[in-house]
């Protein structure tokens, strides 16, 4: 019998409940998970939900398992972990390789313990109390920070080209919004592989060559593209959206986009950072970036406990509302400080979380 090791790291809770995905990858270990708790916590406040953070995750392949592993997998870890989290206490939502199926699972589970509770994870079916939008939310938040820092330079999405690592739930969402928008996707990569076209990918025409393909890998609309090449291609934005540590010393000095939109958690690591400000590459930090998904959680979690839901527009524009009110407070604090928008936005982080944790009385 196959044996998986799972984890919850709860990191901080002063402004609230802790939030934050559950991911399935062969790579999870507690280091990482660690470190995601703690981005989440960051984000939570750079968002200005009512949070703290948390990360969970079991080190596996879920690809290579069938529905029925991964269910018995997700109720077993549940069966683990339900004293730990609960609706005021900590909410798991979906991250790489789980999805809303999963959360419906864990509720199911978790509800065998303690009573029908759906707003005990966030990111279910809307069949089961999920909100509307909540699976494209994470990309439609890219897009609302990609159109915010833009701005700032006079540019718009439709006069940029993109590349997009990643073509999963936040890559792909991101893609096909940042197209409809006028945007010319021109690269995409996942697992399979990467392809390119100089005129702009046809992504709805890509998304379905993924679903019936099980990746981007040959598809008809482009030529192949060597996937390590991906992040060094000429282009205006350059958008990780899969892997953590992925812009690093070794490529840093070769990527050729102005601007870096950090959808994946952790994409660019510290040395990566540091030679790309001093290229002049301006790059959005995930904490900001990447927060639409938990911010519509949050709009879930609410729906929930209020057993009222909202349409898809209220969803939508409340999301535009919290995406452009985070990043004008980010852009202060970068002029308070005089930093970049990775300072800007952990110092509003870490304030709100410190406040929180002062009036609290934590801190004596
Ligand atoms: N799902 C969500 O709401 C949120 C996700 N994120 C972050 O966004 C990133 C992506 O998450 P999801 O889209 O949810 O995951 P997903 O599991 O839906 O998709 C992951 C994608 O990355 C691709 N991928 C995996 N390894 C790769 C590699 N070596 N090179 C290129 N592509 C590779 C996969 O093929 C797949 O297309 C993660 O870093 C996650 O933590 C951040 C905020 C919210
Ligand atoms: O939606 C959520 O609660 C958390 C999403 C997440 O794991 C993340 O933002 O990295």
Redesign the pocket.
Known sequence: MASFVGFRVQHDNARGPMKG?I???HEVDPDEVNA?AQLMTW?TAVANIPYGGAKGGIGCS?GELSISELERLTREFTQKLHDCIGIHTDVP???????SQTMAWILDEYSKFHGYSPAVVT?KPVDLGGSLG?DA???K?VLFAAQALLAEYGKSISDQRFVI?????????AAQLISEAGGKVIAV????G?VKNSNGLDILKLLKH?KESH??KGFGGGDALD?NL?LMEDCDVLI?????G?INRGNANDIRAKFIIE?????TDPEADEILSKKGVLILP?IFA?????TV?YFEWVQNIQGFMWDEEKVNCELKTYMTRGFKHVKEMCRTHNCDLRMGAFTLGVNRVARATVLRGWGA
């Open positions: 995905g991911r399935y990858h995601l984000k879920p939502a979906p991250d790489m390789g789980t999805n990111g909540r939310a994470t990309g938040g690592q990643g073509f999963g739930n936040v890559g792909s969402w990569s996942d697992v399979t990467a993924s990746g981007v996937p991906l990780p959206a899969a892997l953590g992925v959808a994946a958690n952790h994409p995930d990447n927060s639409g998904g938990v959680s």
